[in-house]
């Protein structure tokens, strides 16, 4: 101790006061970082996790500009972050929205827990999944009932989930097929499957704007489109009007598919081209 004393009246601090830490202060601290990591928790569900991720490199950005001194980069980004509170306001203006009314309520806490503790399952438990969704396809295929199942993937999916009815079932031919039957209530709508587990029904989701769909294609086909416009997920669609079975990655569906090559769609990792990434980035920003 008197040594450190010594260093610090050799740097010529002529008195120095030991920061004194209370219970309050412990306590203080504890509440501010569990509100700050269950905020991060409510962001990662949500595709504004993208959004942040990439706020986030502007801050990093700004921070080697200083340290190397590139005034120009430093100004341009300084102009950038100094319209960032504008910009957080609009750009999370329903996730903001949503949970000042659960504030309300008094559920802000219960609104923010919406990450489970489980982990993803492993490749057994993946394949057994994959399984299940190409038989239920395939039987309601040759039933001709109209299904839309969204496989999500990196990109949570949670703003399409909080649109429908939560489910957290295990994934079954059964269920499936029972939930797109006709005349049942949860058959209008698309199914969102996270972590091999049935995670929510009757879900809304955007329809694509593009101009190349064919005509021929109806609200279930140009919802998976949007979907997969603006999210990595596998969208699976069954026509109600033909039986056959689609599927939408990357802003591109695939028409016709066999139950044999939409497993091995389904089990193949997504190969997004830099066509998709730039479709993919402007569906966000929607």
Request: proline share 3%.
């Given at each position: 101790m008197e040594n450190l004393e010594q260093w610090i009246g050799n740097l010529g601090i002529t008195e120095f006061v030991w920061p004194t830490v209370g219970i309050l202060d412990v306590l203080d601290i504890l509440i501010v970082a569990y509100i700050i990591y269950k905020i991060i928790f409510w962001i990662k569900e949500t595709r504004a996790w993208v959004l942040f991720k990439g706020i986030l490199v502007i801050f990093a950005?700004?921070?080697?500009?200083?340290?190397?001194?590139?005034?120009?980069?430093?100004?341009?980004?300084?102009?950038?972050?100094?319209?960032?509170?504008?910009?957080?306001?609009?750009?999370?203006?329903?996730?903001?929205?949503?949970?000042?009314?659960?504030?309300?309520?008094?559920?802000?806490?219960?609104?923010?827990?919406?990450?489970?503790?489980?982990?993803?399952?492993?490749?057994?438990?993946?394949?057994?999944?994959?399984?299940?969704?190409?038989?239920?396809?395939?039987?309601?295929?040759?039933?001709?009932?109209?299904?839309?199942?969204?496989?999500?993937?990196?990109?949570?999916?949670?703003?399409?989930?909080?649109?429908?009815?939560?489910?957290?079932?295990?994934?079954?031919?059964?269920?499936?097929?029972?939930?797109?039957?006709?005349?049942?209530?949860?058959?209008?709508?698309?199914?969102?499957?996270?972590?091999?587990?049935?995670?929510?029904?009757?879900?809304?989701?955007?329809l694509t704007d593009s101009n190349e769909i064919s005509m021929e294609l109806g609200t279930r086909h140009r919802a998976a489109i949007g979907a997969s416009e603006v999210s990595d997920a596998f969208v699976v669609v069954v026509s109600e009007e033909t039986g056959a079975i689609s599927m939408a990655r990357g802003g591109v569906l695939y028409r016709g598919l066999t139950p044999e090559q939409l497993k091995g769609m389904l089990t193949q990792p997504q190969r997004t081209t830099a066509k998709q990434k730039l479709v993919l980035w402007k569906g966000r920003r929607k």
């Open positions: 950005l700004a921070a080697i500009a200083s340290v190397l001194k590139l005034n120009t980069i430093l100004w341009i980004l300084s102009n950038t972050i100094s319209m960032g509170i504008i910009a957080l306001i609009v750009i999370f203006q329903p996730e903001l929205r949503k949970a000042l009314e659960q504030l309300g309520k008094g559920e802000f806490f219960s609104y923010f827990n919406i990450i489970r503790s489980d982990e993803r399952g492993n490749d057994k438990q993946a394949e057994r999944v994959n399984d299940e969704i190409v038989k239920a396809v395939q039987k309601m295929g040759e039933a001709k009932t109209g299904a839309l199942i969204l496989i999500e993937q990196e990109v949570p999916l949670g703003d399409f989930e909080r649109t429908g009815i939560p489910i957290d079932a295990l994934v079954s031919s059964q269920l499936l097929i029972n939930i797109f039957e006709h005349n049942t209530p949860l058959h209008d709508g698309a199914v969102i499957i996270r972590r091999n587990r049935v995670a929510a029904a009757t879900c809304f989701l955007p």
